[in-house]
Every structure is written in structure tokens, then in C-alpha cells.
């Protein structure tokens, strides 16, 4: 899943070299961390955040095979 949401907001931002993504598990939920600069957070949030829920229904199709919930949080 990290991979996954590196390589779509690496596409997003202008400044790709600042994309960090992290993975932790609490109460058996894979939460994946993406951390942006402050100037590229509206690119990877999008207009009413409609590019946030559509990075988040990916990464859950994606999730499928993990039999695991998967969490996208972006900082």
C-alpha cells in the first residue's frame, strides 16, 4: 500500500521529492501516513476533496487481497 500511495501523490505535487508515506498497524488497521509539502496539499486534497476520497477508494480496492481495513490519513 505505501508504494501505491507514493506513486500516485509523487504524479500529483510539484515537488515529489517531499512526498513521505509511512505504514503502522493499530487494532489490526493498516494506517498509511502521506505527509506533503504545505504548498502541495491542495493538489492531493483536491476541490471539496474529491482527489483525497478517490486516492482513499483506490488504495481500499487495492486492500481487497489484505484482508486487513486500510486507512489513508494525510498530514
Known sequence: MKELVETIA???VDSPSDV???EKEENGILI?????AENDMGKVI???GRIAKAIRAVVRAA???LDKKVKVEIL
Do not use: D, F
Open 32 to 36: 498509511v501516513q502521506l505527509h506533503v
Open 20 to 22: 513521505v508515506v509511512t
Open 46 to 48: 483536491g476541490k471539496k
Open 10 to 12: 509523487k504524479a500529483l
Open 63 to 65: 486492500s481487497t487481497n
